[in-house]
């Protein structure tokens, strides 16, 4: 199920609602064929007679019991768990009983980091670190999928939400700052492309990035 749009405010657009990456999936899924492995050698390992049909069923039921424990739970985490950008902020969901939630407005973020490994880098998923005004550390969000993309988005969605707080008009050319934004922005894209492809090294691309921020 997907964030419920409802939760909008009236001008809010939904930009991006992302699970986790597949990869969080990957033990519950090797967890399921060993346990179903498991089960399958047992039925045939028990002996004939009037025990086996109990026998099976007992281990038919612990096998599923293993299953709820190791990969239930992980599943649901996985269809629980929510990355949502909207045009007006960044939240997080988690939970179904347990509900957590995290909301930080686009115009309380400072900076936005990818944290990646070169598995990570391969595979497509990575970390996002987030710093925002009145925070005390950068909150960090776990196995997002094409986390490069979505550090574009946010910067995209920072500056033309900041064009609307600021009453600008997103293409009035007579303002300078309005007329540079879409050019840092772009240059931000080639940046994350670059270092996706090994171009530049991680160090290079955060002080360039760094650099191309402070023109905004």
Sequence with gaps: MGFPERLLSEDEELIYDLRPHWWTLVLPALATVVVAAGVVLAWVVVPAGDLQQPARTVVGLVGLAVLAAV????????LTTHLVLTT????????VV?????EIPLERVNDVTVSQS??????????????????QG?????NVRDPGAVQVEIYHQMEANGRRRGGLAATQP????????PSVLDDLERLADLRDRGAVTEEEFQRKKRDLLDRL
């Design 138 to 142: 950068p909150s960090r969000f776990h």
């Design 118 to 135: 070169l598995f990570e880098r391969l595979i497509g998923t990575g970390d996002l670190l987030i710093e925002a005004a009145g925070e």
């Design 71 to 78: 990969a239930g739970r992980r599943v649901l985490r996985w």
């Design 88 to 95: 007006e902020r960044l939240i997080f969901r988690s939970g």
């Design 98 to 102: 347990a509900r957590f939630g995290r």
């Design 174 to 181: 007579s303002d300078p700052s309005a007329a540079r934004a």
